[in-house]
């Protein structure tokens, strides 16, 4: 499906299989002497026939289009290789070039998921199963580094590339200050919530998540584009109710910590979750990875702000309330 959304500016939607985000938000705007597309999908055939087709549609010649890419995770980046014609440049952003260069594999989030109760059988199958995992990238493409701050212009847009992590690391939007349109990635949705998760002990992606919000609060948004689903209506509200589901989330797990000590694991088991589950057990266990790492980025944050304290029980990290 192909929809205009301003003057040589579309939205393309990209179907993603079996995955309740449904399809991806890619985004294609016309110029000269460049064109540029915004986001690509998995690397799998019904991504790579919808692109196609939407570019034959559209007119595009490969060798005169650019790629930006808001960040890491497959969904966005891992079909860029495959659709990139032989001089297109791909705008990516620094943090996450330096994930890629230094991966060493899924050992240490596997090892980290089991020092926060995830049983390593389970957290195994759903790496085996993620989307990220089996169509991933191929090969990853050269990249062209972009840095909070940096330009882009493409005809007769000129955008400003925006850091903001949360989501992921390096997480980017672009915008554009004279039309008043923000391309959100996934940074900012509309009838869903961005998943932020934490998997390793040097970042609180909550607090980075909310910085990110507040920042892009201040912008005079008309337009917000995001990565998935239906367009945002309102920038600003939909940004206050971000924020609110995060402080509703921080009190859920206070209330839960009030009865006890629990590890991550425990704690997401006894979140609510607008999943069709009746017990924690029927979860799948993708939902298990997503729910635990996202308990675990709200424990960090609630850590770091002396919300809570963190403890050990048979080598698993637990948590609880001060005292």
């Not at 393309?12 to 540029?36: A, C």
Request: glycine share 8%; aromatic share 10%.
């Amino acid at each position: 499906m192909i929809e205009q959304v301003a003057p040589d500016f579309f939205r393309v939607q990209i179907p993603l299989p079996g995955s309740p985000l449904k399809s991806l938000n890619s985004y294609f705007i016309l110029g000269q002497p460049r064109n540029l597309i915004v986001d690509t999908g998995l690397n799998r055939p019904e991504c790579q026939e919808a692109m196609t087709q939407a570019i034959a549609e559209l007119g595009l010649d490969l060798d005169r289009t650019d790629f930006f890419i808001t960040h890491l995770h497959a969904d966005h980046f891992a079909l860029t290789s495959k659709v990139a014609g032989k001089n297109s440049r791909i705008f990516f952003n620094r943090p996450e070039a330096e994930i890629i260069e230094a991966h060493t594999g899924w050992e240490p989030m596997i090892n980290f998921g089991g020092l926060n109760g995830f049983p390593r059988e389970e957290l195994v199958a759903a790496l085996e199963n993620h989307p990220g995992y089996k169509y991933a990238s191929e090969w990853v493409p050269e990249l062209s580094l972009m840095n909070d701050g940096d330009h882009l212009t493409v005809g007769e847009y000129n955008f400003t590339c925006l850091v903001t992590p949360g989501h992921t690391l390096g997480h980017t939007c672009l915008w554009e200050e004279q039309r008043g349109i923000l391309v959100a990635g996934d940074h900012i949705l509309g009838d869903i919530t961005p998943n932020i998760q934490c998997w390793k002990d040097d970042y609180d992606p909550l607090a980075s998540y909310l910085d990110s919000l507040e920042r892009v609060s201040h912008l005079p948004v008309r337009l917000t584009l995001p990565g998935h689903r239906s367009l945002v209506a309102d920038c600003q509200v939909r940004i206050k109710e971000l924020a609110e589901h995060h402080h509703h989330r921080l009190a859920e797990i206070i209330g839960i910590l009030a009865s006890g000590s629990y590890n991550a694991y425990q704690t997401a088991a006894r979140m609510s979750w607008d999943i069709r589950c009746d017990t924690w057990e029927e979860f799948p266990v993708a939902q298990k990875w997503f729910a635990t790492g996202e308990a675990m980025a709200h424990l960090r944050y609630l850590e770091n702000k002396g919300d809570v304290v963190r403890g050990e029980r048979d080598g698993v990290r637990v948590y609880g309330l001060p005292g």
